[in-house]
């Protein structure tokens, strides 16, 4: 009886909670909110898998990358989501802090330069990444 009653849960679950690419991408970002950043790869990896053009999926594995230290990949992602939307002011923003990180200041400050452009929204959030950028040139 208590096999047939987790059996029937989870059946449950599967149809109240359809597995897409945006579902993978939130519980993604959830668990690289808690920092468990390998779980939070893989689902990121399934949600780009179920859409490939989820910009903001390669943006939050580019985040969990810088995490990790691994900025190869993380550029890697960026330059991904910037090849889908040229315009997604995001997407510089994330690419500027990998160059950061990389000592390639001139370059972060290239792409926080675009991000803002895109969006000025984003000069309040990368105000720091920016002076920071300007001490090290």
């Not at 597995?19 to 909110?33: A, M, N």
């Not at 999926?57 to 580019?62: G, L, P």
């Not at 989501?81 to 000592?103: E, K, V």
């Amino acid at each position: 009886m208590g096999g047939l009653i987790v059996l029937l849960v989870v059946y449950k679950v599967l149809i109240v909670a359809p597995k897409t690419s945006v579902h993978y991408y939130k519980y993604g970002w959830s668990l690289s909110e808690k920092k468990e950043y390998q779980q939070a790869i893989r689902s990121l990896d399934i949600s780009i898998h179920y859409n490939p053009r989820n910009i903001t999926a390669y943006i939050e594995r580019a985040y969990v990358y810088r995490q990790l230290g691994n900025y190869s990949l993380a550029l890697a992602d960026c330059n991904k989501a910037i090849d889908i939307a040229s315009n997604y002011a995001r997407a510089y923003a994330s690419r500027g802090q990998t160059y950061y990180h990389l000592g390639e200041y001139a370059r972060a400050l290239g792409d926080f330069e675009k991000a803002i452009s895109l969006d000025h929204r984003e000069s309040e959030t990368l105000r720091k990444w920016i002076e920071g950028a300007k001490k090290n040139l």
